[in-house]
T-cell receptor
């Protein structure tokens, strides 16, 4: 069965410093992986998705993630945090054995300080 | 593109009342998902429709919950009778489902339900 573990429930960074949000996955298949972001009182927005074409995936707003099969990881990074990045981030795995059922991690709340 | 539309955005009701949440998926999408988000349980899939047909309702908590999709542009999630533990944010998402399991799901803004 597919699952994801987000290793940090809260991450706090200063504006202009790098962001690292960690995610490990478990999958019986070659996984499909996503990162979604949720700003306060908003819906979820897709940041990026792993398509198996390239292990380094670039997303919106300067975010990127690297798929590492040997480590079963899909960590999200950004070189320089902006105040507007403060939000909750979800790592998600898709059940490729089924119909694209999404399995969500518990989320990581990112705080960005001036 | 208007995105996924949900109504109402906020709903406050009293225990025992019927609640109906509404969703309009993105035009042309053939798959629709209802999710519930709570602090305790995170994001959970409640039900999945493909071409207006319920495919997986294993996440529906109990018989008090029901969902319908009478046509490709409208779906409802109904709770009758509502209970305080149903308080949550309910999201609707849609996608264009093909053979690729990486089809992106697009989420609506959610309905925040409070049952007193």
């Amino acid at each position: 069965a597919q699952s994801v573990t987000q290793l940090d429930s809260h991450v706090s960074v200063s504006e202009g410093t790098p962001v690292l949000l960690r995610c490990n996955y478990s999958s019986s298949y070659s996984p499909s992986l996503f990162w979604y972001v949720q700003h306060p009182n908003k819906g979820l927005q897709l940041l990026l998705k792993y398509t198996s074409a390239a292990t380094l995936v670039k997303g919106i707003n300067g975010f990127e993630a690297e798929f590492k099969k040997s480590e079963t990881s899909f960590h999200l990074t950004k070189p320089s945090a902006h105040m507007s990045d403060a939000a909750e981030y979800f790592c998600v795995v898709s059940d490729r054995g089924g119909y694209n059922k999404l399995i969500f991690g518990a989320g990581t709340r990112l705080a960005v300080h001036p | 593109d208007a995105g996924v539309i949900q109504s109402p955005r906020h709903e406050v009701t009293e225990m025992g009342q019927e609640v109906t949440l509404r969703c309009k998926p993105i035009s042309g999408h053939n798959s629709l998902f209802w999710y519930r988000q709570t602090m305790m349980r995170g994001l959970e899939l409640l039900i999945y429709f493909n071409n207006n047909v319920p495919i997986d309702d294993s996440g529906m908590p109990e018989d008090r919950f029901s969902a319908k999709m009478p046509n490709a542009s409208f779906s409802t999630l109904k709770i009758q009778p509502s209970e305080p533990r149903d308080s949550a944010v309910y999201f609707c998402a849609s996608s264009l489902q093909g053979a690729d399991a990486m089809d992106t799901q697009y989420f609506g803004p959610g309905t925040r339900l409070t049952v007193l």
